[in-house]
Structures are given as C-alpha cells and as structure tokens.
C-alpha cells in the first residue's frame, strides 16, 4: 500500500483525479469514475448548469466524490476570478482547479493571468489548485502566492502524447514542496506510472480515460499504474550502469 496523499489538510487514499467530460454517457463516465477508484472529480463550472432542472452532473457526483470545479473556458484573471466566485456560491466549496487558457489553439495557460488570477483567489480564501506549464520557476511562483499544489502539464490538453519533459517534472519536484499533480497531456498507463516514478504526487486526467475504446477499462488501467509507479517510487530504483552488474553473488562460486 502507498502513503496517503495530504492537500490543504485533506487526506486521499487515491492519487487518481478524473474529469468528467466527453464520456459517451453518464453511466460509462459513472462506471469509468468507479473503476479508476477517483475520490476527487474535477467538472467545467463553465459548462454546466447548477440550477437547470432535472438532475445535474453536481447532483449525480456530489454525495460520491468531492467535486472540484475548474475554470476551463476562462482566459482572462477576471473571467477566472468571476467563475471561482461562482463556483463557491453554487457548490459551496473553496476548491477550484485554476485554468487561464492563453489561446483556443494550444490550449496552453497564460501564465501572467494564472499568476494575477491565483494570488487574487488565494487571497479570497480559495484553495487554489492552478493548471500550469511544465516550467519550475512558474510553479515555484505559485506556491509562494498561497496554492495548496501545482499542476504542471505534461504535454497540451488531449494531445495524449505522454509526458515531453520528465526533467523539469523532477525539478519541479524537487523546488516545490506542495503536491505536484500532472495535469494534461497524458495518453496511456505507463505515461501515468512514469510521472509517479518521477516521483510525483498525483495525476488528473479526462481524455486519456473518456475516449478510450473502453473507458471503464482504462480507468482501471490508470487507477493500477499509478498505484505501481508510486510504489516503485517509494521503493527507491536502481541506479543505473553503464556496464552489466552480476545479480548472483561471486563468494563461494565452486572454482572449475
């Protein structure tokens, strides 16, 4: 068993976040959430309708998970701002997954509007969990604002191309010291068991698991390869050698 994951004084058995959007339907996005064992949910405040009749997906989620509402969609602080206070007021939580999108094409966040946005909703009383480059200056910026965790990408949203740059996730690692959740970009179980190898403390993904040919079973997949990279993360790997070491010991060999 893996230690426990601890953010802003909330202890997680599960270091898997899901989002909740583009499933086929919501008894697949249901079996999927289950599968992957997800305590904590990520849903677009932006586009969804809290108050709309019927059931909505808050109704659906909100006595088997803790929701966190995100700001996809915003690209600007104020917009940002405007949907956290939103979010607060119709879900009553503090959480928001922080999203300033630079552009509709790369989906890649503005980075001066994250840092405006962050410190206004830190200074709110939010806790704050901001998606974020792959940059460690950037995410060491956030941290001294007040977030409760950094969320850098490991390639752009969708792209499922895996994590691009291990290296500035194990310097963001090692600069950062709240929990650094990769967010974005990954494409499969081993691009998750990679960013827990590289000792990261969680992973939020949506597509990977959304658009699968089967959903409920990627969520699986995932849910059991983050538990193995963070095992073998605690476990501590090998260093590694240029040249071959002999697993047998060489005392008492019988000499020929």
């Known amino acids: ?150 969320m850098p990408l490991a390639a752009p949203i969708g792209s499922g191309m895996g994590i691009r740059n291990p290296y500035n996730l194990r310097l963001i690692r090692e600069l950062c010291s709240v929990p650094v959740i990769v967010d974005a970009g990954i494409g499969t179980a081993s691009d998750a068991a990679l960013a827990m190898e590289l000792g990261c403390d969680a992973v939020l993904l949506n597509t990977a698991v959304s658009r699968a040919e089967n959903p409920v079973k990627m969520a699986r997949a995932m849910r059991l390869a983050i538990e193995a990279g963070r095992l073998a993360y605690e476990a501590g790997r090998i260093p590694r050698r240029l040249y071959a070491s002999a697993s047998s010991p060489l005392e008492g060999v019988v000499e020929a």
């Not at 909703?121 to 995410?139: A, E, Q, S």
Request: hydrophobic fraction near 45%; proline fraction near 4%.
């Open 1 to 150: 068993m893996t230690s426990d994951l601890i953010i802003a004084g909330r202890r997680f058995q599960s270091r898997l976040f899901l989002g909740t959007a583009h499933y086929p339907n919501q008894q697949i996005m249901l079996e999927a959430l289950e599968a992957g064992g997800a305590e904590l949910v990520t849903v677009a405040i932006r586009r969804v309708k809290p108050h709309s009749e019927g059931e909505s997906i808050f109704d659906l989620l909100k006595d088997r998970y803790q929701i966190l509402p995100n700001t996809a969609g915003c690209y600007t602080a104020r917009d940002a701002i405007l949907t956290a206070h939103l979010a607060r007021e119709a879900l009553g939580t503090t959480w928001i997954k922080l999203e300033v999108i630079g552009d509709e094409e790369t989906l890649l966040p503005d980075v001066e509007e994250l840092l405006r946005a962050a410190e206004q909703l830190v200074n709110d009383g939010f806790v704050v969990l901001p998606y974020t480059n792959d940059d460690p200056i950037t995410c060491r910026k956030l941290e001294a604002l007040g977030c409760a965790a950094v």
